[in-house]
């Protein structure tokens, strides 16, 4: 006999409406204040660069138009994915969380690969290379301070509200500051008198965003084709469900991930003297306690009545 738990969509969401309203805000705030940041970086690191002559400085102010183009994408998302179930989306629209994060991988190994080339003809014509200006090293310098600074801010809102999408942009941030760390060394040599360090230092910026990039994709992309949670999250699930009273064991435990939540079925092992409302309920208070207790959508149950002497330990 079977039973699902979704006898209404609007009480099956209640669980996580608390959270979506201050999540959603919190993604808006701290992306808005990346977009901010992030204009600020472009015009300056560019107009610098050309100034002063540093291919490395232009390749890091294209890295932060990148970023500015990524976090309109993220406001795109976080905008759509708070959207509830609708006729055509039964389970809501999280996974815009990952389509955004898709893009924001793609976007970056596209970027990464374009400032490998570019890096990469510059030093076939080592004579084209000139010593760039000090005020390369001085806006490098303040970038990296300022790229910092909004990878620590985002991490911590990120993680404050469990948005995968967040800290994925976040990480994204300290990659640029990493990246400009990199370039303010290449215009200290380029200064020194090494001028062929300047194009390295892009060259390394560009393997550097466009590996970032590959592993964002990566994920994004597995999350998009119903990858099962980590073993962690998978052993607590199946701990709470085990500790369910009236549940004697389960089976066919399967999850796959939707945005940050997870979806979830499973076969319960109910005692086959039970009624039928016995069992139905038993069902939901497992359902119940997995929702309230884990970053669970929906579980799905279906029951499997077992004799006492049968059941499956767990």
Same mark, same amino acid.
């Given at each position: ?30 992306? /808005? ?6 204009? +600020? ?6 107009? =610098?660069? #050309? %100034? ?7 390749? !890091? ?5 990148? !970023?500015?183009?990524?976090? %309109? ?7 759509? *994915? ?24 793609? /976007? /970056? ?10 890096? %990469? ?7 084209? #290379? ?44 300290? *990659? ?6 990199? $370039?303010?060394?290449?215009? #200290? ?16 910026? +560009? ?7 590959? +592993? %964002?994709?990566?994920? =994004? ?19 709470? #469900? ?23 079925? $499973? ?31 929906? /579980? ?10 049968? =059941?499956?330990?767990?």
């Amino acid at each position: 006999m079977s039973f699902n738990g979704e006898l209404d969509e609007l009480d099956d969401l209640d669980e996580h409406d608390e959270e979506t309203p201050s999540k959603h805000l919190a993604a808006k705030r701290s992306t /808005l204040v990346s977009v901010v940041t992030n204009i +600020g970086l472009t015009i300056t690191q560019v107009a =610098a660069g #050309i %100034f002063s002559g540093s291919q490395g400085l232009i390749a !890091d102010g294209i890295h932060s138009l990148s !970023d500015l183009v990524a976090d %309109f994408v993220v406001l795109f998302a976080n905008h759509h *994915s708070q959207k509830g179930p609708d006729e055509d989306h039964h389970y809501g629209h999280q996974r815009y969380e990952n389509a955004a994060s898709l893009t924001l991988g793609v /976007l /970056l190994l596209i970027v990464g690969a374009g400032m490998l080339w570019s890096s %990469f003809r510059k030093m076939e014509q080592p004579e084209s #290379i000139q010593q760039v200006k000090a005020i390369a090293l001085w806006v490098a310098l303040g970038a990296l301070v300022a790229k910092e600074l909004l990878f620590r801010y985002m991490l911590r809102i990120g993680e404050q509200v469990r948005s995968s999408m967040l800290i994925a942009n976040a990480w994204h941030a300290r *990659s640029d500051a990493a990246a400009s760390l990199v $370039v303010a060394i290449g215009i #200290i040599g380029n200064l020194m008198g090494y001028a062929m360090l300047d194009p390295v230092a892009a060259m390394i910026v +560009g393997f550097m965003v466009a590996k970032m990039g590959w +592993g %964002f994709s990566w994920d =994004a992309l597995h999350d998009l084709m119903d990858r099962a949670v980590d073993q962690k999250s998978l052993a607590s699930i199946r701990q709470t #469900i085990s500790d369910t009273p009236g549940v004697l064991g389960w089976h066919d435990l399967k999850t796959r991930k939707m945005g940050d939540l997870i979806l979830v079925d $499973v076969h319960l092992e109910i005692d086959a003297d039970m009624s039928v409302a016995q069992g139905h309920d038993i069902a939901l208070d497992a359902r119940k306690r997995v929702m309230q207790k884990h970053a669970v959508l929906n /579980l799905m149950t279906h029951v499997d009545p077992v004799k006492l002497t049968n =059941a499956t330990p767990t």
